[in-house]
């Protein structure tokens, strides 16, 4: 307190206190608001376009942020709400290693939505990770093609049966 003072005055202070009102103090500083992600689907999606989708959804949660899912009913699909309350316990369960539900499924006009908040960082498990393979082409195939594709003779309008 008063290094210059004779004799110099000290305060004895808990360490651990004094760690824990620093870190407080640098949580205020930051003032860290979640974002909301939102994803939305239709009740007849494609095989590979929901597992985008989904792919896409567990990257934002991996991040930290909140996800909003939207389910949109058009046209004829209104009378089916059955299969969008399906499909978003299906979407519930695909993504119950990343997420929790915050609010169900509910159904609010033409559309049904739900929000999800990830896991704790150490419980989560991603189920659609995009698989990082490359294609290579052996060429042993290549080579039979072309010996498949090329012949010595030139194929002529008589051989082919058209008239030319």
Known sequence: MAPTANPPVCRIADFGKFKYELTKKEKESKHSATKIKEIKFRVKIGAHDYETK????EEFL????KLKIVLQFRG?????K???LAMMEKIKKDLETMALVDM???LVGRAVGMTMSPLPAAKRKRKFAKIEEEYVEDEDDHDEEESE????????????????
């Open 82 to 84: 059955d299969l969008g």
């Open 76 to 80: 004829r699909e209104n009378a089916h």
């Open 62 to 65: 991996e991040k930290g942020n």
């Open 54 to 57: 989904l792919r896409h959804a």
């Open 104 to 106: 169900p499924p509910k």
């Open 149 to 164: 594709n090329s012949s010595d003779a030139p194929v002529t309008s008589e051989e082919t049966g058209h008239a030319g």
